[in-house]
Every structure is written in C-alpha cells, then in structure tokens.
C-alpha cells in the first residue's frame, strides 16, 4: 500500500524520537536521559509500504517451518483459540499466506531502517558509545506456523521475543544463551542507571539484571510466563527451565516440550513415564510461584469491574482514555514563545551550539 495507520503512527514516532534526541542535545541539562520508542510494526495486518513492499519483489518467502495442523489434531488450547480469531469461517490460500510473510518481512525491513536512524542520531549528537540501546518486543507472531496466527498461545513462535543490545558494558557479538524474560528489563535499567547500587524498589518486582544471568543450564536458568487473556477457562502458566519447557492451564492436559530436541514443540512428553519426574518437579515449581484459586478470582473480579465499566461507557459520549503528548506550537519553532527574537531562538536551536559573534564595532547606546 502507499499508507496505512501502522505507518501514519510508526513515522510520527521516528520524527518525534530524533527531535527529543536532538532536544536533548540542545539543552543545559546534563543529567542521563531514557528515551521509550515504541512502535507499531512488525504487526496485523501485515501490509507494508510499497517501498519495502517491492524490495521483496521475487524473493523466495521462506514457508513457515511447522505446516497446517488440523482443528481436529491440535490441542486444547490451540483448538479455542483457533476459533477465537474465527479462523474457522476461512480458507487461507498459499498466496495469502505468502503474502502476508512478505508483508512482515517488509514491515521488519521498515522497522530496522528507523531504528538505523535513530542509531544514526545518537551517533550526531556525541551519544552513541555512551548510550545503551535494547530493541524488543511485547510478542511473537505466529506467521502461519501450524496454520495459526498472531499470539496469545504458548508456542515458541507467539512467546519468544528479539532482544538485541549493545551498550559500554556489553560484550559486541556476543549470544547469550542463559534465559531471559521482559520482565529483566527493569532491573536492568536501574542496575545501568545506578551501577548496580539501586535496590530500594517500591515494590516487589519480578525478573533479575541481564547484566548477571546465571549460568546456561544451572538451576536457576528458568522463566515463567503467565498468561490470562483470550481463549483460555483458567489462567495458564508456563515454565521454561534449561530445555525443559511446561505448560499449564488446569481446564486443559498438560504439555511438556524438550526444546533442544523438539524445538517445534511437535511431541507431548507429558505422558511420557520417562519424564514423569521432570514434570512433577516442575509443576510443583509452578504451585509455589502461583496460588491458582486466587489468581481465577481476581481475574474474575476484575473482569466483572472492566465490563461493569465497559457497559457503564456505552451511555453518553464516550469517553477517551488515549494519551495526548503535549505540543505547545508557540515554544517551537520560529516563534515568540520563547524569545521576542528570532535570531536568538535560531541561535539556540542550532546544533552543535554556536557561540555568538559579538559586535566588532558596537553601536553606543545611552545609558
């Protein structure tokens, strides 16, 4: 396409990214600065600009690793969520499904091509090789392996997100294999922020530094992920420890992945006696970590309150909860917001700073 919302939102938030950069350069403040940059793409629908579009113009798309898998051969979990997203009530064509990972991969080109001028920027403003830079993600996307899309399942594809980092106290190159969850990244950033002497939070946290994952394969070379949305009867946990990776939602069999061996997570070892052990063990890490019935009631309750509320919001003029980042046009620009002088607000606004050039022959005023 020539454009869409995903590209409207994804451009704004470049352009916006690269002037607080710039902004920051500016100022007198010298203090550390954390700058968010969250956007849209890769994501459904996946439709690129035609730009990047065309750069995949003949390419041999890759077709998803796992092939079309039955309603009727999937599991529990898999089967309600196929008709969550309706996906009985259509046929996807080889083509669609061929255009859909061109369009991804276009929207990924898209994606790397901003964060490469966002690297560029730092690098103009002195700030790169003082800077720490981590791109992720908040989810996969299944892309058509198994014949399932988007997320909210517990599949490799759906829960494995990129982490890429690189900063003054990390390694170039390096691949770390020890398990690491989203939920590090807070400790991470105030381990940065305090080097390593923070530890006063507001509250209980989860997750630990990336700074000092344990050692692959140890004890302590474990996640958990939790998940409580759509498609499920109860909440479901899921563990990954070293290879071993165990999911469980108590309406549903429980499943059990050897991902060194089986990395597509095509055999159920639940059932299997020689990993009865493995399982209980895991499991019973499960029932420590999570209190089940509290957990159901609370989602429960809070279910009750977002439709009471969800209801309560259909009456009247509906209500608009979206964030609004402020813009005074008056303090940018051109303009008197900030000075009466326009040679002075350029001045001001030029990067890096020029000084200046005082009169060589100043006129006398009077006093």
């Given at each position: 396409c020539e454009?869409?919302?995903q590209i409207?939102?994804?451009?704004?938030?470049?352009a916006?990214?690269?002037q607080?950069?710039?902004?920051?350069?500016?100022?007198?403040?010298?203090?550390?600065f954390?700058?968010?940059?969250?956007?849209?793409?890769?994501h459904?629908?996946?439709?690129?600009?035609?730009?990047?579009w065309?750069?995949?113009?003949g390419?041999?798309?890759?077709?998803?690793?796992?092939?079309h898998?039955?309603?009727?051969e999937?599991d529990a979990?898999?089967?309600?969520?196929?008709?969550?997203?309706?996906?009985?009530?259509?046929?996807i064509?080889?083509?669609?499904?061929?255009?859909?990972?061109?369009?991804?991969?276009?929207?990924?080109?898209?994606?790397?091509?901003m964060?490469?001028?966002l690297?560029?920027?730092?690098?103009?403003?002195?700030?790169?090789e003082?800077?720490?830079?981590?791109?992720?993600?908040?989810?996969?996307?299944?892309?058509?392996?198994?014949?399932?899309?988007?997320?909210?399942?517990?599949?490799?594809?759906?829960?494995?997100?990129?982490l890429?980092?690189?900063g003054?106290?990390?390694?170039v190159g390096?691949?770390?294999e020890?398990?690491?969850?989203?939920?590090?990244?807070?400790?991470?950033?105030?381990?940065?922020?305090?080097d390593?002497?923070?530890?006063?939070?507001?509250?209980?946290?989860?997750?630990?530094?990336?700074?000092a994952?344990?050692?692959?394969?140890s004890?302590g070379?474990?996640?958990?992920?939790?998940?409580?949305?759509?498609?499920?009867?109860?909440?479901?946990?899921?563990?990954?420890?070293?290879?071993?990776?165990l999911?469980?939602?108590?309406?549903d069999?429980?499943?059990l992945?050897?991902?060194?061996?089986?990395?597509?997570?095509?055999?159920?070892?639940?059932?299997?006696?020689?990993?009865?052990?493995?399982?209980?063990?895991?499991?019973?890490e499960?029932?420590?970590?999570?209190?089940?019935?509290?957990l159901?009631?609370?989602?429960?309750a809070?279910?009750r309150?977002?439709?009471?509320?969800q209801?309560?919001?259909k009456?009247g003029?509906?209500?608009?909860?979206?964030?609004?980042?402020?813009?005074?046009?008056?303090k940018?620009?051109v303009?008197?917001?900030?000075d009466?002088?326009?040679?002075?607000?350029k001045?001001?606004?030029?990067?890096?700073?020029?000084?200046?050039?005082?009169?060589?022959?100043?006129?006398?005023?009077?006093?």
């Amino acid at each position: 396409c020539e454009r869409n919302l995903q590209i409207d939102y994804d451009e704004e938030v470049f352009a916006a990214a690269k002037q607080e950069m710039y902004n920051h350069a500016r100022s007198t403040d010298d203090r550390p600065f954390m700058l968010h940059v969250s956007f849209t793409q890769p994501h459904n629908p996946f439709v690129a600009g035609k730009k990047y579009w065309d750069m995949y113009e003949g390419v041999d798309i890759p077709e998803p690793e796992v092939a079309h898998i039955p309603y009727e051969e999937r599991d529990a979990w898999a089967q309600r969520y196929y008709l969550t997203i309706r996906q009985d009530e259509f046929d996807i064509t080889p083509e669609q499904l061929y255009n859909a990972r061109r369009g991804y991969f276009a929207m990924c080109t898209h994606f790397d091509e901003m964060i490469g001028g966002l690297i560029e920027t730092l690098e103009s403003i002195g700030e790169l090789e003082n800077t720490y830079i981590f791109i992720t993600s908040d989810h996969g996307e299944m892309l058509g392996e198994r014949g399932m899309w988007f997320k909210f399942n517990p599949f490799e594809a759906s829960v494995r997100v990129p982490l890429i980092a690189q900063g003054p106290k990390l390694k170039v190159g390096h691949r770390e294999e020890a398990l690491a969850s989203l939920v590090d990244l807070l400790p991470t950033f105030t381990d940065i922020a305090s080097d390593g002497q923070f530890d006063v939070y507001a509250a209980p946290y989860d997750g630990r530094s990336l700074l000092a994952l344990p050692e692959r394969g140890s004890d302590g070379d474990k996640v958990f992920i939790e998940f409580n949305g759509e498609g499920l009867y109860a909440p479901a946990m899921i563990m990954i420890k070293g290879n071993m990776k165990l999911v469980h939602s108590r309406t549903d069999p429980k499943m059990l992945f050897d991902l060194a061996n089986d990395p597509l997570e095509l055999t159920n070892l639940a059932d299997d006696p020689a990993y009865q052990d493995v399982l209980n063990a895991m499991f019973a890490e499960m029932q420590n970590r999570w209190d089940e019935d509290d957990l159901d009631q609370r989602i429960r309750a809070s279910q009750r309150k977002r439709i009471f509320v969800q209801d309560a919001m259909k009456h009247g003029r509906f209500p608009s909860w979206d964030f609004g980042p402020h813009y005074d046009p008056a303090k940018v620009y051109v303009r008197g917001g900030n000075d009466p002088s326009t040679t002075a607000t350029k001045q001001r606004g030029r990067f890096p700073y020029v000084p200046v050039t005082k009169p060589q022959y100043p006129r006398q005023t009077k006093k």
